[in-house]
């Protein structure tokens, strides 16, 4: 069982900068690949970025690169997301996901969840 909570979402102005946090319970955090995945009012949740057990494999939503980078820490159990030159589109509430899978992990069936942090970008 793993339990992951998000943190760092917030309100900020167009171009500005944001990092998400999400920390993993659990002593295994290091074998599960993870995701952010975003979901803004009235829209289908989206993948953001995906990133492998490693850490060495990524994947980014084309509205994310080059703006957001995914990373982990698996000595702290923290998965990280740093968004960039944010936009009023990237408003939605963020989540962190995270499966026992090896290697990267694109799809929407992740086996853990976060319970979201809300970003606001206004114009």
């Known amino acids: 069982q793993v339990q992951l909570v998000e943190s760092g979402g917030g309100l900020v102005q167009a171009g500005g900068s944001l990092r998400l946090s999400c920390a993993a319970s659990?002593?295994?955090?290091?074998?599960?690949?993870m995701g952010w995945f975003r979901q803004a009012p009235a829209k289908e949740r989206e993948m953001v970025a995906a990133?492998?057990?490693?850490?060495?494999?990524?994947y980014y939503a084309d509205s994310a690169k080059g703006r957001f980078t995914i990373s982990r820490d698996n000595a702290k159990n923290t998965m990280y997301l740093q968004m960039n030159s944010l936009k009023p589109e990237d408003t939605a509430v963020y989540y962190c996901?995270?499966?026992?899978?090896?290697?990267?992990?694109?799809?929407?069936?992740?086996?853990?969840w976060g319970q979201g942090t809300q970003v606001t970008v206004s114009s």
């Open positions: 659990g002593r295994t955090f290091g074998t599960y690949a």
């Open positions: 990133l492998s057990w490693t850490g060495t494999s990524t």
């Open positions: 996901a995270a499966k026992r899978v090896r290697g990267l992990y694109t799809g929407e069936e992740y086996d853990y």
